[in-house]
């Protein structure tokens, strides 16, 4: 099962630009998640008609958005229990408060940092795709899971 993932989209609407990347890398994914801040509800809209739209709301996302999609949600796919949150607060030390946020999870999927993350904490997998349109300090990105016998994550540098 291959899912596309992003977070902090942070446009608008959605222009063309984006349009052409959401084509090329999400073209043959199963199902997009987001993990918050929109910014806009027309996003989400776009987003909902390419492939199935799993989400959450972030910080920066209005009330159309917040009362549409959870704070925080655990979902499963290929057999495996995910917790999906924006997540909050400074940058560092955000795994460890967002682990405290669920119960026997298998990965967890988080946004807010705009900074990639791809990786293995003791028995939990954390993934952030970082931004595919802003981010302050590194480049603009967003990320595949690959969902066979185990949970792999790729970021992709636009």
Request: glycine share 12%.
């Amino acid at each position: 099962m291959k899912i596309g993932v992003l977070s902090d989209t942070h446009l608008r609407e959605p222009n063309s630009e984006f349009k052409k990347m959401m084509e090329f890398h999400f073209g043959d994914v199963e199902k997009i998640v987001h993990a918050g801040d929109f910014v806009s509800w027309s996003v989400a809209e776009y987003l909902s008609g390419i492939k199935e739209l799993i989400a959450v709301c972030g910080n920066m996302d209005p009330y159309e958005i917040r009362k549409v999609f959870p704070q925080k949600q655990v979902i499963e796919l290929g057999g495996f229990r995910i917790g999906l949150i924006h997540g909050g607060g400074a940058p560092f030390g955000i795994e460890s408060r967002i682990r405290d946020e669920f119960d026997e999870v298998d990965a967890i999927i988080y946004g807010h940092t705009h900074a990639p993350a791809n990786h293995r904490v003791k028995n939990s997998f954390f993934f952030n795709p970082g931004s595919p349109t802003r981010s302050f300090w590194h480049g603009a990105t967003l990320g595949i899971l690959n969902i066979g016998e185990k949970i792999e994550g790729e970021i992709i540098t636009i």
